[in-house]
């Protein structure tokens, strides 16, 4: 495990977003020196720079400056092997992240969730059943809170549930109590160099925990519990109900959240929850989730037209498996677009075969997305901006139809991030005209 700053150390901190303000405020708080960067120039940071002055803390915005102490934390977008990170580590310096800092403070046992899809929902599944079964839980990582600010609360008897991504993943040494892996499927091949050097990354989680989750096939060198909608896993799907090491849980059909992938997601997050949930806490709250925001959120309904947001759908094989879930409801009404990962686009193709949609496009991926429909035979709108994409959609929409926010790619061309996306389609969807 790698040493922590103490006071009077000295720490420097690149990347100014959620979880590095929250990170610059604890590191003050202890008596750590800090000094901040980030790539964006002061002017666009808005009130960061009078907040950090306040602080004491030295700002080098713009991409400017060398990292200064024997601490230095890397933003999750920021490669390990970057020139800055690699010429700090060569003096000696200590390089790590937010969440391994939380991770090697936190008293509680940590519950962590990683995958190519499915994590949000299952750590938040994850979270709610160890709340039902009596702990007191705070859940955060990549899902978008720092734990940090609540450090001072927690203690050896509460869990702490976090979502972790393969950028984090990529230089962890920190250990967990448990582990779980929802599936492995290419993505992020714009920040890896290699689907191995992504899987590499995300085979660090169970690595790195006592107890491990992870679905079928998966990581098969490992002592793990498995999950499975096959019959031959620890945790699986049987006749229509959902079994733990052999004990019933949940009727399928109880769940109060559509499609398949959240049987497994269900499964994962029991798993991980076991021992402490019992089977009817599992009833209860099964029947009671109703899905985690911007993941096949309904965000209204309106003259028999149905808009469902799910902006988490940063991958094309995520946009498959919310369309595969949506497919009987009748005709889709699907809004593509936004920045690429380098991914196959294969998945998002099949599961338009089996579908009747009709895509609007928008964002940075636009060009690309259109060649590729027109090459297949797909009906699709081009549309610039997901506002316009928006209004094409909903001028074109009749009773029956779901309109879907399932970009199949980032956010990164327009908005700050999926949430920021997902909320300016509620916008959109509840004040533009039909």
């Known amino acids: 495990m790698k040493p922590m700053p103490k006071k009077n150390d000295t720490a420097s901190v690149f990347g100014l977003g959620r979880s590095g303000r929250a990170l610059t405020t604890h590191l003050v708080r202890s008596g750590v ?3 901040a960067f980030d790539d964006a120039p002061a002017c666009a940071l808005g009130d960061i720079p009078l907040w950090l002055s306040s602080l004491g803390v030295p700002l080098f915005a713009g991409g400017r400056g060398e ?8 933003t999750p977008s920021m490669r390990p092997d970057s020139p800055v990170l690699c010429r700090a580590a060569l003096r000696g310096a200590v390089v790590l992240g937010e969440a391994e800092y939380f991770a090697s403070l936190c008293p509680a046992p940590i519950y962590a969730v990683t995958g190519s899809d499915g994590k949000t929902t299952t750590a938040t599944m994850l979270a ?15 899902i978008g809170r720092s734990l940090l600010p609540f450090l001072d609360e927690i203690t050896e008897d509460d869990a702490c549930v976090l979502e972790l991504s393969s950028f984090q993943l990529s230089d962890m040494e920190c250990r967990f109590d448990t582990g779980v892996v929802t599936n492995l499927t290419p ?7 290699s689907f191995e050097e992504y899987a590499e990354a995300k085979r660090r989680l169970p690595l790195l925990s006592r107890r491990r ?8 060198d490992m002592d793990a519990y498995r999950f499975s909608l096959a019959e031959d896993a620890d945790f699986t799907l049987r006749d229509g109900v959902l079994f733990g090491m052999g004990i019933p849980l949940v009727c399928a059909s109880d769940l109060r959240v559509s499609g398949r992938h959240n049987l497994l997601n269900l499964l994962a997050a029991t798993a991980a929850a076991a021992p402490l949930v019992t089977p009817h806490t599992v009833r209860s709250f099964a029947r009671a989730f109703g899905g985690v925001s911007h993941r096949m959120e309904t965000v209204a309904e309106r003259d028999g037209v149905c808009f469902i947001n799910s902006s988490i759908d940063t991958t094309p094989s995520r946009t498959a498996v919310t369309l595969s879930a949506l497919k009987e409801r009748g005709r889709l009404l699907l809004l593509l677009g936004g920045r690429g990962k380098k991914l196959s686009y294969e998945p998002l193709l099949s599961a338009l075969a089996a579908c009747d949609a009709v895509c609007f496009l928008f964002g940075e991926t636009e060009d690309e997305l259109a060649r590729m429909l027109k090459e297949r035979g797909f009906s699709f709108v081009r ?8 209004a094409c959609a909903r001028g074109e929409a009749r009773q029956g139809d779901t309109v879907v926010l399932s970009p199949a790619a980032t956010s990164y ?10 909320e300016i389609f509620r916008k959109l969807v509840n004040t533009q005209k039909g």
Do not use: I, Q
């Not at 549309?383 to 928006?390: T, Y």
């Open 413 to 422: 061309d327009a908005f700050v991030d999926f949430e920021e996306r997902g």
């Open 128 to 142: 709610g059943l160890l709340t039902a079964s009596g702990k007191r839980t705070y859940l955060g990582g990549n």
């Open 383 to 390: 549309c610039g901006s997901m506002a316009c994409a928006v």
């Open 213 to 220: 989750v992870l679905p079928n096939g998966l990581f098969a």
């Open 33 to 35: 020196r800090v000094y």
């Open 187 to 193: 993505n992020h091949l714009n920040w890896h160099k």
């Open 67 to 74: 990292a200064r102490g024997d601490f230095v934390f890397r």
